[in-house]
Structure formats: structure tokens, C-alpha cells
């Protein structure tokens, strides 16, 4: 743990504990100035322990939220979101009647369909409805530990694939469509990341697969990966795990993507919400040292088909 001591003795950087095992609230700091490199460091840390840090009556501009986001590394931007025009590292979250949230926001961590997920992302409120509107938190380091031990070796050294499966059906089935899609699989195939990582500034294990985007587990059996992944995904229902941060007008929210999940709660439409929301750029997730021992998790009555050398050929391969 960093020394929170020194950071609280500071009047201009008080940190307050939302949760056992995960937030932090951060005041007394003007996000709207250039920060000294000792409290970036602070920060990065905190960020890293807490998971999730909240910056109340920010009353910063988009500017500002970029600025502050450089601070810890590079904005990417997101291939399928609303971005602005002129900014496509800054997203534009403006729902309310007409333009509802989308239907497939649940439990995740941002983007793990690309071979480096964010290590972070930003999240700041304009516009937040009187009633709703809450985004949930869950810590999947204090998931893993949660675990057996039994548990724990089984699912270190396993891989599991994750895709952009959430944003496929945002294509039109039409040519163009079809075409565009294909485009985007291109550039975004499926990617393989490790079921347990390794967090790489803490050395904690977290559980890293999540509902959004993972799709199967490498090597398994459909019916087996898809039970175990069940399992794995429902990690995120323990509620001491969990802080449900409720919005306030001019909060900047900063998660860590390599250790917490994230979902919205759209209780709010039609009401009015808007955020703007920036990522910043990780590394690639690196697994434990452990390995199942013995790994061979699929044992066939019959030899795939595909990995024969002997197979005969299909149509599809000779025309």
C-alpha cells in the first residue's frame, strides 16, 4: 500500500476510502491546473490500489479531462462509441429521449477485444438526471482472492478469447455492411488474454474475463469453458466486492481497467445524462507463471478434423 499518510497531511490532497476493497474519493485538488509529478505518482498508485478514484465539483473542460488523462498515458480511440468530430479520443455520451443507451452495456472491462487493452479510463459528468443513472464497480483482484485455492490453480495458466461481440450487430446486414464488418475483423480478430493476469504495477492477481467480450475459453470444450466462464462471470454479484458510485454534476470518475469491471445502470431514460469519457492506452495483460498442470484440455473420442494432415479436402478449399 502507498503511504496515504503523507498524501493526507497535504490540505490541497485529501483521500477518503469509499469502500473495504475498492474507491477512494480525491479532494482538494483543481484538475483545471498542471499537477507536480509527485502527485501524479500519488495517483498512479492509488489508481492502482483503490481501482477506482472520484474527483468531486470538477468543473473542468474537455481540455482539461484530455490534459489530466495524458498524465498517465497515451488516449486511444474507440472504433465503436460516439466520438466527437473533431476529437475522436473524446467520446460523447448525451442520452435522453430519442436517444436511448445501448442495450448491451453490462458487466465489463473496456476493450478487451484489442491485443492492449486501457489501462484506464475517464468518465466526467455534465448533465446528470435527479433520479438513476448510477455506473457499478466491482474489484477483480478481491474477486480472485475470494476464490479456493483449488480454484485459483485451476483457472492460472488458462487463456480465454475475447471479441468485439457486443458491436456486430451495430453492421447492417447488407453488402456494405457486410464489408464494413469484415473491415473492422481485420483489424480487431478474436485475441487471447490470459483468465488470470497479473496487475503491473501492484503484482495482484485479477480475474480478467468478463461477459462483454469473452467468448470462450482456449482449448476447452464449448460446454466446459461456457460453464466455467458462467461461473467466473458471476464473481462480479458479491456485493463486497462492488462500490455503486452515485453521479454528481462535475465528478471526474478514473478506473482501472486491469483490475475492476464497470456496468451502467440505465434507470435514468428518458431522462437526460451526459458524460464525456476518455481511455487511455495499456500493455498487453500478462498471465501468472502458474500453469494447470499437465494442460490438455481437450481430449476428443475423435482427432479435429482441421488439424489432420491425412483429412481429405473440402469444396471451399479447392475453388
Not at 469491471?261 to 434507470?267: C, S, Y
Request: aromatic fraction near 8%; include cysteine; proline fraction near 7%.
Amino acid at each position: 500500500m502507498a503511504d496515504q499518510r503523507a498524501i493526507e497531511s497535504d490540505p490541497d490532497f485529501h483521500v477518503r476510502r469509499l469502500g473495504a476493497h475498492i474507491g477512494a474519493e480525491i479532494s482538494g485538488i483543481d484538475l483545471r491546473r498542471q499537477l507536480s509529478l509527485a502527485e501524479i505518482e500519488a495517483l498512479v498508485r492509488l489508481h492502482a490500489e483503490h481501482g477506482v478514484l472520484a474527483f468531486p465539483d470538477q468543473d473542468i473542460s474537455s481540455e482539461d479531462l484530455k490534459r489530466f488523462g495524458r498524465y498517465f498515458g497515451a488516449l486511444t480511440v474507440h472504433p465503436f462509441s460516439t466520438n466527437a468530430i473533431d476529437a475522436p479520443e473524446l467520446i460523447i455520451y448525451d442520452h435522453k429521449e430519442g436517444n436511448p443507451p445501448p442495450r448491451n452495456d453490462i458487466w465489463h472491462s473496456d476493450e478487451t477485444f484489442r491485443v492492449c487493452p486501457p489501462m484506464g479510463t475517464m468518465l466526467c459528468s455534465k448533465i446528470i438526471p435527479d433520479i438513476g443513472g448510477d455506473t457499478v464497480f466491482c474489484n477483480m483482484g478481491a474477486a480472485f482472492d475470494g476464490l479456493s485455492d483449488r480454484m485459483q490453480a485451476f483457472i492460472s495458466g488458462l487463456e480465454a478469447i475475447h471479441d468485439f461481440k457486443p458491436f456486430r450487430s451495430m453492421f447492417k446486414d447488407d453488402a456494405e455492411g457486410r464489408r464494413k464488418l469484415h473491415h473492422y475483423e481485420e483489424i480487431f480478430p478474436p485475441v487471447v488474454h490470459p483468465v488470470v493476469r497479473i496487475h503491473p504495477v501492484t503484482g495482484r492477481k485479477v480475474v480478467f474475463v468478463n461477459p462483454q467480450f469473452t467468448i470462450s475459453i482456449k482449448g476447452m470444450e464449448e460446454h466446459e469453458g461456457r460453464w466455467l466462464l458462467e461461473r467466473l462471470f458471476a464473481l462480479t454479484s458479491t456485493l463486497e466486492h462492488q462500490y455503486r458510485h452515485r453521479w454528481e454534476p462535475h465528478t471526474v470518475v478514473f478506473w482501472d481497467n486491469r483490475l475492476v469491471q464497470h456496468a451502467a445502470v440505465h434507470d435514468y431514460y428518458p431522462r437526460r445524462r451526459l458524460l464525456e469519457r476518455i481511455t487511455i492506452a495499456g500493455d498487453r495483460p500478462l498471465g501468472t507463471a502458474d500453469s494447470f498442470p499437465g494442460l490438455n484440455l481437450n481430449r476428443q473420442k475423435v482427432p479435429s478434423l482441421m488439424e489432420s494432415k491425412e483429412r481429405a479436402k473440402r469444396q471451399h478449399e479447392i475453388d
